[in-house]
């Protein structure tokens, strides 16, 4: 099957609320030879230039490479993450390597939840495995804020994570194997979901008590 492939641009204004659509083929413009000076596509969103955006946020996470993450946020972004504050790149790239040092195998999903203007809201989910051989899997939200050059100046992470089996894993697997679900889905909320970005079935329900 063909899907569309979401080039670097900003095709317009728009505002509105997206639970999930098709997945998407996506150009990344997470690259270490880039300039932070802008980052493509610009606010203000629509639906098409927010649900890029994500994307390109999961697929930059998921190298696990700090020095390209931090690239997608200002020299003065400020973070909430869970309790912890962290404030400009240099303290971001830091965080990251303490992050991905502990978190063995990760493997991230991110969801678009909504946009308006220069902000976007964002559901996720990741697994990894620690030092000592356990598995976990974090349930999240996020609210993002862009400058006009479409670099991160806000992110604020409210995240909670259960421990999990290693055969009860569905994101951190091989490509080919991974179930994509949702807890929101899985909350009886699929009649307001279209395309395929929360798949119904799978999943481990006692993770989420």
């Known amino acids: 099957m063909m899907l569309p492939l979401l080039l670097c641009s900003n095709p317009g204004v728009g505002a509105g609320r997206v639970?999930?659509?098709?997945?998407?083929?996506?150009?990344?413009?997470?690259?270490t030879q880039q300039s932070a000076a802008s980052r493509p596509p610009l606010p203000p969103f629509n639906e098409q230039t927010a649900l890029q955006k994500v994307k390109m946020a999961e697929a930059a996470w998921n190298t696990r490479d700090p020095e390209k993450v931090a690239l997608a946020y200002t020299e003065d972004s400020a973070w909430r993450n869970r309790a912890e504050f962290v404030k400009g790149r240099d303290a971001i790239r830091e965080f990251l390597r303490r992050k991905w040092a502990r978190e063995h195998d990760y493997k991230l999903r991110k969801y678009l939840w909504a946009f308006r203007d220069n902000r976007i809201s964002v559901c996720f989910e990741y697994e990894y495995r620690d030092g000592s051989g356990?598995?976990?899997?974090?349930?999240?939200?996020?609210?993002?804020?862009?400058?006009?050059?479409?670099?991160?100046?806000?992110?604020?992470?409210?995240?909670?994570?259960?421990?999990?089996?290693?055969?009860?894993?569905?994101?951190?697997?091989?490509?080919?194997?991974?179930?994509?679900?949702?807890?929101?889905?899985?909350?009886?909320?699929?009649?307001?979901?279209?395309?395929?970005?929360?798949?119904?079935?799978?999943?481990?329900?006692?993770?989420?008590?």
């Open 134 to 209: 356990q598995w976990w899997r974090a349930y999240g939200n996020e609210n993002w804020e862009f400058n006009e050059e479409g670099l991160m100046r806000k992110r604020i992470a409210s995240i909670n994570e259960s421990p999990i089996t290693e055969g009860q894993r569905r994101i951190a697997v091989d490509d080919s194997d991974v179930v994509h679900n949702s807890w929101l889905q899985e909350q009886g909320l699929s009649g307001a979901v279209s395309g395929n970005d929360f798949p119904l079935g799978g999943g481990s329900t006692n993770s989420y008590s």
């Open 19 to 31: 639970v999930a659509t098709s997945r998407f083929l996506v150009r990344s413009c997470y690259s």
